[in-house]
C-alpha cells in the first residue's frame, strides 16, 4: 500500500470530497471525526459509505478516519462505511494496544456481517498523546490488521501544553514523538507517516522544511490538509530517477558478486555489501510500487462523482 500524501477532507462535503478526487492523492481520507460537528456526523457518514465506490474506481486508497473509542461513535461510524470498497480505516487517539485490538474485533464483526473477508480491511492508528507514543511499538504490533502509524502533532502538543501552530523553528517539542512513532513503526514491519502542516498553507518554505525533515528522520509519507500539498509531498517521498538507477545497478552488481563466491563488490566507486544491498533492493521495490500504483491509475482514469451520483 503506497500512501506517501493522505488527504484528509471532511466527511460531510461532497464539494471538497469531488475536488480531492482529481488529486493525485495517494489515499483520499474521509473523516468523520475532527472535521465534522456533532450534528452532521449522521449526514457525513452517509457520504463517506456512498463516496468509496467512487474513489476506488478512480484507483485511490480509500480510508476513513472514524471516531475515537472514548466517544462510542466507533461502531455507528463502521455501520455506515464498512463495505468493499474501503480499504483501510483510521483509528484517532490510539494509546494502547487494547484500542487495536477492539476495533479490529469491530472490523471483523462488520466484515461478517458485509460479506467480506476476514481481515480485508487495514487499520492505520494516529499516535497523538503522550501516552500513545510511550506504547507507540505495542500500538503497531497489536494486529496483522496495521498497516502504518499516523502522527497527529495537533493533539500531541496540546497534550504538552503547547501550540501545534507555534512551534519552533527545529520543531523540537514534537521531535522525540517523531522519533519514537517512526522507529516502533520500523520494529513492527509497518511505515510511518507524518503529522499533517499546522502552519500557514501560504508559506511553501517552511512546508517544505517540515516535509524533508519527516523524509530524513524516516516517514514514507505525510498526512495533508489541503489539495495544493499533494504534488510536492509525492515528489518529495518518491525517490528520483537517478536514486533509482543506482540503486538497480548496486543491487544487480551486488547479486553478480555473490554468484561468485564474493561477500562486497565495488561499484561506481562505492563498496557494496549485503547492508548496502538490502537499501537498494528496499528502495527498487519502493520506486516499482510507485510505478505500479500510478500506472493502474492512469488506466482506471479519474470518476466524476458528480457523474457517478447522477447516473441511472
Not at 480491511?121 to 507507540?136: C, D, K, M, N, T
Not at 554468484?259 to 563498496?271: D, E, K, N, T, Y
Amino acid at each position: 500500500m503506497v500512501l506517501r500524501s493522505m488527504l484528509f477532507v471532511p466527511g460531510n462535503s461532497m464539494r471538497m470530497i469531488t475536488k480531492a478526487a482529481t488529486t493525485d492523492a495517494d489515499a483520499i481520507i474521509l473523516d468523520l471525526e475532527d472535521a465534522v460537528g456533532l450534528r452532521d456526523k449522521p449526514t457525513a457518514r452517509v457520504i463517506c459509505g456512498s463516496c468509496l465506490h467512487a474513489l476506488k474506481e478512480s484507483g485511490m486508497t480509500t480510508i476513513v478516519r472514524v471516531n475515537a473509542l472514548t466517544t462510542g461513535a466507533t461502531p455507528e461510524d463502521l455501520d455506515w462505511v464498512v463495505n468493499r470498497d474501503l480499504d483501510a480505516v483510521m483509528l484517532p487517539k490510539a494509546e494502547s494496544a487494547s484500542d487495536i485490538v477492539a476495533t479490529d474485533d469491530l472490523l471483523t464483526l462488520k466484515e461478517r456481517e458485509k460479506g467480506l473477508d476476514a481481515g480485508s480491511i487495514a487499520l492505520v492508528p494516529i499516535i497523538e498523546s503522550a501516552r500513545g507514543v510511550v506504547h507507540a511499538f505495542e500500538i503497531a504490533s497489536a494486529s496483522r490488521r496495521v498497516v502504518a502509524l499516523a502522527f497527529g502533532a495537533g493533539d500531541y502538543c496540546r497534550d504538552l501544553g503547547r501550540n501545534p501552530s507555534f512551534l519552533s523553528s527545529d520543531q523540537y517539542e514534537i521531535l522525540y514523538a517523531r522519533s519514537q512513532i517512526v522507529n516502533s513503526a520500523v520494529a513492527a514491519g509497518i511505515m510511518a507517516a507524518d503529522t499533517v502542516y499546522f502552519g500557514l498553507l501560504t508559506d511553501k518554505e517552511n512546508f517544505t522544511k517540515e516535509v524533508d525533515r519527516g523524509l530524513q528522520m524516516g516517514f514514507k509519507g505525510k498526512s495533508l490538509i489541503h489539495p495544493s500539498q499533494v504534488s510536492a509531498v509525492n515528489e518529495a517521498f518518491a525517490p528520483s530517477p537517478d536514486e533509482v538507477d543506482y540503486a538497480r545497478g548496486a543491487a544487480a552488481a551486488f547479486a553478480s558478486a555473490q554468484a561468485r563466491g564474493l561477500g562486497a563488490v565495488s561499484f561506481r566507486g562505492r563498496m557494496i555489501d549485503y547492508m548496502s544491498f538490502c537499501q537498494a533492493r528496499d528502495l527498487v521495490a519502493f520506486a516499482d510500487s510507485i510505478a505500479q500504483r500510478d500506472e493502474q491509475r492512469s488506466r482506471r482514469g479519474r470518476v466524476s462523482l458528480k457523474a457517478y451520483f447522477s447516473a441511472d
